[in-house]
């Protein structure tokens, strides 16, 4: 396929979840706009207030727009902000997990429910019990779902150990372990967790967990999880470093051993992605500032083919091409 094709040209959208629903490619990714609000490392500039879901019958093919799926306007307990989300389906049903700030200023995730994959999605009138940060993203195995979730900085993690607020945010010292991203089983029903989330952890080579001043491999945000090969894969974004890395596991909960570097830096502050296998290929999909002449606010997506070496680890992609 084409090394480098933006898939919505005239449109800014990023933080792309993928999924194949009925045999088709769905696109779920936040909505870039100008808003005029200055940029900061709280991420206040990137202030978007709605979902539009997009799908795909081939991977070079066209790309159906279905339209706004859930607005901020539509949801009960709204502040601002809607930043990435995922989808997952349960008999018959499709549940949409969002990060959204409350009116005190809070993350929290939100579910709304729907009946077909492209929506319209109508959501909770509360958020989940439970929940903070951002960037969802649900596994399915088994029948069972399991989310993992997170960010540090704007994304709220710092303000968090084990799963219960602090006075103030505290981040770790450089040669302590990192803020670990977040994994949990969701309930029966889709709707709440059926546990509390537990720390993911990511391991070094020497089987110690990553170090905050490890700032080339620790996680920052953007979780997403996939299997190959019999073993799992969580894959993030390192934030300041601006890579997408990988760690592998022998279970959904980890421990994960890090790997390597799935994608180096893109043009633009931010870097997330969804991994996905259609037709018998592997995809990754994420987002640069290319089109919008590097503005980190305004992000585009793009999609390329992935590889594995015959040892399962994953060529690293360019993210200049």
Same mark, same amino acid.
């Given at each position: 396929?084409?090394?480098?094709?933006?898939?919505?040209?005239?449109?800014?959208?990023?933080? &792309?979840?993928?999924?194949?629903?009925? !045999?088709?490619?769905? =696109?779920? $990714?936040?909505?870039?706009? /100008?808003? %005029?609000?200055?940029?900061?490392?709280?991420?206040?500039?990137?202030?978007?207030?709605?979902?539009?879901?997009?799908?795909?019958?081939?991977?070079?093919?066209?790309?159906?727009?279905?339209?706004?799926?859930?607005?901020?306007?539509?949801?009960?307990?709204?502040?601002?902000?809607?930043?990435?989300?995922?989808?997952?389906?349960?008999?018959?049903?499709?549940?949409?997990?969002?990060?959204?700030?409350?009116?005190?200023?809070?993350?929290?995730?939100?579910?709304?429910?729907?009946?077909?994959?492209?929506?319209?999605?109508? &959501?909770?009138?509360?958020?989940?019990? !439970?929940?903070?940060? =951002?960037? $969802?993203?649900?596994?399915? /195995?088994? %029948?069972?779902?399991?989310?993992?979730?997170?960010?540090?900085?704007?994304?709220?993690?710092?303000?968090?150990?084990?799963?219960?607020?602090?006075?103030?945010?505290?981040?770790?010292?450089?040669?302590?372990?990192?803020?670990?991203?977040?994994?949990?089983?969701?309930?029966?029903?889709?709707?709440?967790?059926?546990?509390?989330?537990?720390?993911?952890?990511?391991?070094?080579?020497?089987?110690?967990?990553?170090?905050?001043?490890?700032?080339?491999?620790?996680?920052?945000?953007?979780?997403?999880?996939?299997?190959?090969?019999?073993?799992?894969?969580?894959?993030?974004?390192?934030?300041?470093?601006?890579?997408?890395?990988?760690?592998?596991?022998?279970?959904?909960?980890?421990?994960?051993?890090?790997?390597?570097?799935?994608?180096?830096?893109?043009?633009?502050?931010?870097?997330?992605?969804?991994?996905?296998?259609?037709?018998?290929?592997?995809?990754?999909?994420?987002?640069?500032?290319?089109?919008?002449?590097?503005?980190?606010?305004?992000?585009?997506?793009?999609?390329?083919?992935?590889?594995?070496?015959?040892?399962?680890?994953?060529?690293?992609?360019?993210?200049?091409?």
């Amino acid at each position: 396929m084409n090394k480098k094709r933006y898939l919505i040209p005239d449109d800014y959208m990023a933080d &792309p979840a993928v999924h194949v629903f009925e !045999g088709k490619l769905f =696109i779920y $990714p936040s909505h870039d706009r /100008e808003s %005029g609000i200055p940029e900061n490392d709280r991420g206040d500039h990137f202030d978007m207030n709605d979902y539009h879901v997009f799908s795909m019958d081939d991977i070079e093919g066209e790309v159906t727009d279905h339209g706004v799926a859930l607005r901020v306007s539509d949801i009960p307990w709204a502040g601002r902000q809607l930043w990435d989300c995922d989808v997952a389906c349960r008999d018959g049903k499709y549940y949409m997990y969002f990060p959204l700030k409350d009116r005190d200023g809070i993350f929290r995730l939100g579910v709304a429910v729907a009946a077909c994959p492209e929506g319209p999605f109508v &959501p909770q009138p509360d958020p989940i019990r !439970g929940s903070y940060s =951002i960037d $969802p993203a649900v596994f399915e /195995e088994n %029948g069972k779902h399991y989310m993992y979730f997170g960010g540090i900085w704007g994304g709220q993690l710092q303000r968090y150990r084990n799963n219960r607020a602090l006075a103030e945010e505290r981040f770790p010292a450089d040669g302590e372990p990192a803020i670990c991203p977040k994994v949990v089983l969701l309930s029966d029903d889709m709707l709440g967790f059926a546990e509390e989330p537990r720390d993911l952890v990511i391991l070094d080579e020497n089987g110690r967990p990553l170090t905050q001043g490890d700032t080339k491999r620790r996680f920052f945000e953007a979780s997403w999880m996939h299997r190959y090969g019999g073993q799992y894969y969580f894959s993030y974004s390192t934030g300041d470093t601006h890579l997408i890395c990988y760690a592998v596991g022998d279970n959904p909960y980890g421990p994960f051993s890090f790997k390597g570097v799935i994608l180096t830096p893109v043009t633009g502050w931010t870097t997330h992605h969804a991994i996905v296998e259609y037709r018998g290929k592997w995809y990754l999909f994420h987002h640069d500032c290319v089109p919008s002449g590097g503005k980190t606010w305004l992000r585009s997506l793009k999609v390329t083919e992935m590889e594995y070496r015959g040892d399962g680890t994953v060529k690293t992609v360019d993210g200049g091409r």
